[in-house]
């Protein structure tokens, strides 16, 4: 039977031409990039309002944005996701993207799983992956203005997946045994996860 009659085959198409997008029209990193695997070193007060911190804030922002618009997916990323070893992330939950530096998480209550995915893992994966249920972060604004944030399960997860990777860490690294699969329905698929409460 031919690939595109199938079903399969044809999802498996789309999440191939997704990554062949992203690596043509962005500046993305994929597994494998050794760069995902350095930690980040922090904002210096020194650098907050110069234009290199500026400029990276305004480039994380944009790649996201398009990754969205065009992928459908895509809530968060890091700033060595496109190559900038800076403790910066961006995410993109409501309609205005919010860019945190430094963001550490200083409180913690309980415990979930939820099926995560990673603009870095081109063809895209999606596993199980156990984080605390909802999170208290502390960061620092592009000002550099100390801020704290209490976020709900979502904005903890996508959060805490970003600080990962600020210290060498993919969330495949961290998938629950047996639960990685390849994203075949596109949008529907990684935004119908739902989140399991475990304590
Ligand atoms: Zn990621």
């Given at each position: 039977m031919p690939a595109e009659q199938n079903g399969v085959g044809q999802s498996l198409l789309t999440s191939l031409e997704t990554f062949a997008w992203s690596v043509r029209e962005t500046p993305l990193r994929y597994l494998g990039d050794p760069v995902l695997r350095e930690k980040c070193t922090k904002v210096a007060a020194?650098?907050?309002?110069t234009s290199s911190i500026k400029h990276l804030a305004i480039e994380l922002v944009k790649v996201l944005m398009d990754y969205r618009q065009n992928v459908?997916?895509?809530?968060g990323l890091a700033a060595n996701q496109i190559g900038?070893?800076?403790?910066m992330i961006a995410v993109l939950l409501g309609d205005e993207p919010e860019v945190f530096c430094n963001p550490r998480l200083i409180a913690s209550k309980g415990m979930g799983s939820y099926g995560e995915s990673c603009l870095s893992s081109g063809v895209m994966l999606l596993g199980e992956v156990r984080r605390p249920w909802t999170g208290k972060f502390e960061y620092e604004n592009l000002d550099g203005v100390t801020k704290t944030l209490d976020a709900d399960e979502l904005k903890t997860r996508v959060i805490l997946h970003e600080i990962d990777h600020l210290n060498g860490i993919s969330c495949s690294d961290k998938y629950?045994?047996?639960t990685m699969r390849i994203v075949t329905g596109g949008k529907a698929e990684v935004f119908g996860e739902r989140f399991k409460k475990l304590d």
């Open positions: 020194d650098e907050f309002k459908g997916v895509g809530r900038a070893t800076k403790q629950e045994p047996k």
